[in-house]
């Protein structure tokens, strides 16, 4: 009962049931929620809210705004079911009321009035919803006339728009022949002209059957055609640059002019101006001189200057006109097919030609950088040009960049042997500079070690220079020529290799051919040094060289399949080259020590000569030689390995060398008995010992080089004695410098045999031409070598 009194009390205050009932719990029902709501919010709640006099379940709620609200909202089929849902609401209402009034009759009679009032309230707002919906259905009918009208008038203000453009373009095109006249005037703007006739022809074109709009296209044509006329004349102007010259053709296309013909003048206008720009390059060359008997002047710019210009002028200019040329006859019928590709051809190789002259006139090395860079622009702007004319010389241009460079190469081969041979000339002088007394000149190791150092440094300062044609920010060393070929045929086998072999053959004709050269021989200290120098290159230099270049010019193109290596071949030249310069050195040696031994045997009397006391001043000459030559080898050959000695004959050879006092069994004799045949104990001697190869090859080392030259100078010395006729006293002599050739020769010779062989020979033979054999006693001949 307190929840009800709460709720009647609060009717009138436009409070809510649920604002009493907050402690009753469950006495008020759900379905008295429409009560709740209308009666409104809580007294708390409807102070917080905004006063909203349209919110039927507000405490300021006005039934007239609602309704306003309504009817100005709400279409008709809305008012009507807000209709029935209300009548819905009411007979709820009603429901719960009478279960109130059951419940709490008394205190419901006060609210009686309150719903009297909403029943007549609802009965005048049905009224007035009434009224709203035929309202609605007025406003809907006047709505579709207002939208027919609306439509109508549309209509006709499109057809009043389509009659005024319509009207605008008349009058531009009786606008036209106006327009034209002025901007197609000369000094107007044709332009303009091209862009208005463009817009009206089709037009005009259209309704030419009206006589208006006939009167106006032959007005327009005739103005047009002079305008023609006027860009003819001034096409055959020589003076038009390419952009002139393009704009000229452009616009003579737009009067519908035949293309063949614009296309023939257009490459007619743009040769003539390629041709002054040749001329103009070619004015800078010396005129050609097939004989070459003229001496050609030196050039009056760097080749980098000539590229420039020939770069910024012939292909800058070839460029933009081959451009123009596409994007004016490209598709048009008539232009011709491949007419633009030959029309290039032909000047880029004229452009190639004095380009190729000019290239010639670097005849010295000069800078390889500038070469270079000139080359690089070349290749760039060439490339630029096939970009626009794939056909236009591609191929010729990369072959000749790729001849420079060949050029260029040869020339660096050509100064390295330029180089090599004033090396030897600074060697020979040094070799026969007259030494002051007490003054030692450069030894040969020394002149070696310069000769040397110098060609290889020098090589290396070529293949630094060489190697700017593949730096990576040139634009040709991606060509595949700078890729393989280059680093292989041109550099490696070209230059580096060629370079070597030249240097062996250079070096092998000092003993091959000395008299061929047109200059003396050359001193046999040349021929040491220099096959010491080929002997190093086959042990080191040569791999040191090749491996070098494959890393400063790695041939990235080479399959696996690539040809093996110059080197095993190399090596083998520069080997060959040692051994006949050794072998060639021995042999002149063993001529001068031999010549010496032949003149001393040539000039003397033999059967007339006097008892010897003395051993021949020749002999002591040519111990002295073979000392020299034993020391000259010894600076830059090594020691050798010398025969061991059987028995005691070393020792014998060296008793008789070292010792005065020795006794006479130890000293080696090569007299032969005195009662026995001598001819038949030289042939007897001959069977058992080894056949002595007096010209063999020597080897690479000292005692072998000696050998060589004592052989040679004793077998001349054996020749030369059989040829004589002796006496007694002359095969004695014989005797005595045989003797002291024994005891001087051996320590120099590989195998101490030889000589004791060559010697008992030379004994031989001169015993078996003497008249009267008597030899000396061995201890007279001893006593007077030392002596001597």
């Known amino acids: 009962m307190a929840e009800v009194?709460?709720?009647?009390?609060?009717?009138?205050?436009?409070?809510?049931?649920?604002?009493?009932?907050?402690?009753?719990?469950?006495?008020?029902?759900?379905?008295?929620?429409?009560?709740?709501?209308?009666?409104?919010?809580?007294?708390?709640?409807?102070?917080?809210?905004?006063?909203?006099?349209?919110?039927?379940?507000?405490?300021?709620?006005?039934?007239?705004?609602?309704?306003?609200?309504?009817?100005?909202?709400?279409?008709?089929?809305?008012?009507?079911?807000?209709?029935?849902?209300?009548?819905?609401?009411?007979?709820?209402?009603?429901?719960?009321?009478?279960?109130?009034?059951?419940?709490?009759?008394?205190?419901?009679?006060?609210?009686?009035?309150?719903?009297?009032?909403?029943?007549?309230?609802?009965?005048?707002?049905?009224?007035?919803?009434?009224?709203?919906?035929?309202?609605?259905?007025?406003?809907?009918?006047?709505?579709?006339?207002?939208?027919?009208?609306?439509?109508?008038?549309?209509?006709?203000?499109?057809?009043?728009?389509?009659?005024?453009?319509?009207?605008?373009?008349?009058?531009?095109?009786?606008?036209?022949?106006?327009?034209?006249?002025?901007?197609?005037?000369?000094?107007?703007?044709?332009?303009?002209?091209?862009?208005?006739?463009?817009?009206?022809?089709?037009?005009?074109?259209?309704?030419?059957?009206?006589?208006?709009?006939?009167?106006?296209?032959?007005?327009?044509?005739?103005?047009?055609?002079?305008?023609?006329?006027?860009?003819?004349?001034?096409?055959?102007?020589?003076?038009?640059?390419?952009?002139?010259?393009?704009?000229?053709?452009?616009?003579?296309?737009?009067?519908?002019?035949?293309?063949?013909?614009?296309?023939?003048?257009?490459l007619s206008h743009a040769g003539a101006r390629l041709e002054a720009e040749l001329a103009a390059l070619e004015a800078e060359l010396p005129p050609s001189d097939p004989s070459g008997a003229a001496a050609t002047p030196p050039p009056a710019s760097d080749i980098l200057d000539f590229v420039d210009r020939g770069s910024s002028a012939f292909v800058g200019t070839l460029c933009l006109l081959a451009a123009s040329y596409r994007s004016l006859f490209e598709g048009r019928a008539g232009a011709g097919e491949g007419r633009l590709e030959a029309f290039a051809a032909g000047l880029t190789g004229r452009y190639f030609e004095l380009l190729e002259r000019r290239l010639a006139l670097e005849r010295g090395l000069g800078d390889t950088s500038l070469l270079v860079r000139a080359l690089d622009r070349f290749h760039r702007r060439l490339r630029a040009l096939l970009e626009l004319l794939p056909a236009a010389g591609a191929q010729?241009?990369?072959?000749?960049?790729?001849?420079?460079?060949?050029?260029?190469?040869?020339?660096?081969?050509?100064?390295?042997?330029?180089?090599?041979?004033?090396?030897?000339?600074?060697?020979?002088?040094?070799?026969?500079?007259?030494?002051?007394?007490?003054?030692?000149?450069?030894?040969?190791?020394?002149?070696?070690?310069?000769?040397?150092?110098?060609?290889?440094?020098?090589?290396?300062?070529?293949?630094?220079?060489?190697?700017?044609?593949?730096?990576?920010?040139?634009?040709?060393?991606?060509?595949?020529?700078?890729?393989?070929?280059?680093?292989?045929?041109?550099?490696?086998?070209?230059?580096?290799?060629?370079?070597?072999?030249?240097?062996?053959?250079?070096?092998?004709?000092?003993?091959?051919?000395?008299?061929?050269?047109?200059?003396?021989?050359?001193?046999?200290?040349?021929?040491?040094?220099?096959?010491?120098l080929c002997l190093d290159y086959e042990a080191t230099t040569i791999s040191y060289i090749l491996t070098l270049t494959d890393e400063q010019f790695p041939p990235q193109e080479c399959g696996p399949a690539a040809a093996p290596g110059p080197g095993p071949v190399l090596c083998a030249e520069a080997r060959a080259a040692a051994q006949r310069l050794l072998d060639h050195y021995v042999q002149v040696q063993g001529a001068a020590v031999a010549q010496m031994l032949r003149k001393s045997v040539e000039t003397r009397d033999w059967l007339g000569t006097v008892e010897p006391r003395n051993v021949r001043a020749v002999m002591k000459r040519v111990v002295e030689d073979i000392t020299a030559i034993d020391i000259q080898v010894g600076q830059l050959f090594e020691e050798g390995v010398r025969r061991a000695q059987s028995s005691d004959s070393s020792r014998r050879a060296f008793s008789v060398y070292s010792s005065s006092r020795a006794p006479s069994r130890y000293a080696p004799s090569y007299t032969p008995s005195a009662p026995m045949d001598t001819h038949l104990l030289s042939n007897i001697q001959k069977l058992f010992s080894e056949r002595i190869d007096i010209f063999s090859p020597v080897e690479f080392n000292k005692v072998s080089v000696l050998t060589g030259i004592i052989k040679i100078s004793l077998k001349t010395l054996l020749e030369c004695v059989r040829l004589r006729t002796l006496g007694r006293f002359g095969l004695q002599q014989v005797q005595v410098d045989g003797h002291y050739l024994q005891l001087y020769l051996w320590r120099f010779a590989a195998d101490e045999r030889v000589v004791q062989g060559l010697l008992d020979e030379v004994a031989a033979s001169a015993t078996h031409r003497c008249l009267d054999p008597v030899p000396m006693e061995h201890s007279v001949v001893e006593l007077i070598c030392e002596r001597g």
């Not at 190469?409 to 180089?419: I, M, N």
């Open 5 to 266: 009194e709460a709720a009647a009390g609060g009717s009138g205050a436009g409070g809510s049931p649920e604002a009493g009932g907050g402690g009753g719990g469950g006495a008020w029902r759900r379905p008295h929620g429409p009560l709740q709501r209308y009666y409104g919010p809580a007294a708390a709640e409807a102070a917080e809210a905004a006063p909203d006099p349209a919110d039927i379940n507000g405490p300021h709620f006005d039934p007239e705004v609602f309704l306003t609200k309504v009817r100005s909202e709400c279409p008709l089929g809305q008012l009507l079911a807000r209709e029935a849902a209300l009548g819905r609401e009411i007979r709820a209402l009603d429901s719960d009321m009478q279960t109130l009034l059951y419940e709490n009759y008394n205190k419901f009679i006060s609210a009686t009035d309150t719903i009297r009032k909403m029943k007549v309230d609802f009965r005048r707002m049905e009224a007035e919803m009434d009224d709203l919906a035929a309202n609605m259905a007025a406003i809907s009918t006047s709505s579709a006339r207002v939208s027919a009208a609306l439509h109508d008038r549309h209509r006709r203000g499109a057809q009043l728009a389509g009659v005024q453009a319509l009207l605008r373009k008349l009058q531009s095109l009786v606008e036209v022949p106006g327009r034209l006249r002025r901007w197609a005037a000369p000094g107007g703007e044709p332009a303009r002209a091209l862009r208005c006739h463009a817009r009206a022809r089709a037009v005009l074109r259209h309704y030419r059957h009206l006589p208006s709009f006939r009167a106006i296209e032959d007005e327009s044509q005739a103005i047009m055609a002079d305008l023609a006329r006027r860009l003819r004349a001034r096409l055959r102007d020589e003076t038009l640059d390419p952009k002139e010259l393009t704009e000229c053709v452009e616009m003579l296309l737009q009067l519908e002019e035949p293309p063949e013909e614009l296309c023939q003048e257009f």
């Open 396 to 532: 010729a241009g990369a072959a000749l960049v790729a001849r420079a460079a060949r050029e260029r190469v040869g020339r660096y081969l050509r100064a390295l042997q330029t180089f090599f041979l004033g090396c030897l000339g600074d060697v020979r002088q040094a070799l026969a500079a007259p030494r002051p007394p007490g003054k030692e000149g450069p030894g040969l190791p020394d002149l070696l070690a310069t000769l040397s150092s110098s060609v290889l440094g020098q090589l290396k300062a070529v293949l630094a220079y060489v190697q700017l044609f593949t730096a990576r920010d040139v634009a040709f060393a991606s060509l595949p020529y700078f890729k393989g070929e280059f680093c292989v045929e041109a550099v490696r086998e070209g230059l580096v290799v060629a370079f070597v072999r030249w240097l062996c053959r250079t070096a092998r004709g000092f003993a091959d051919s000395p008299a061929e050269r047109g200059a003396p021989a050359a001193p046999p200290a040349l021929l040491l040094l220099l096959s010491r």
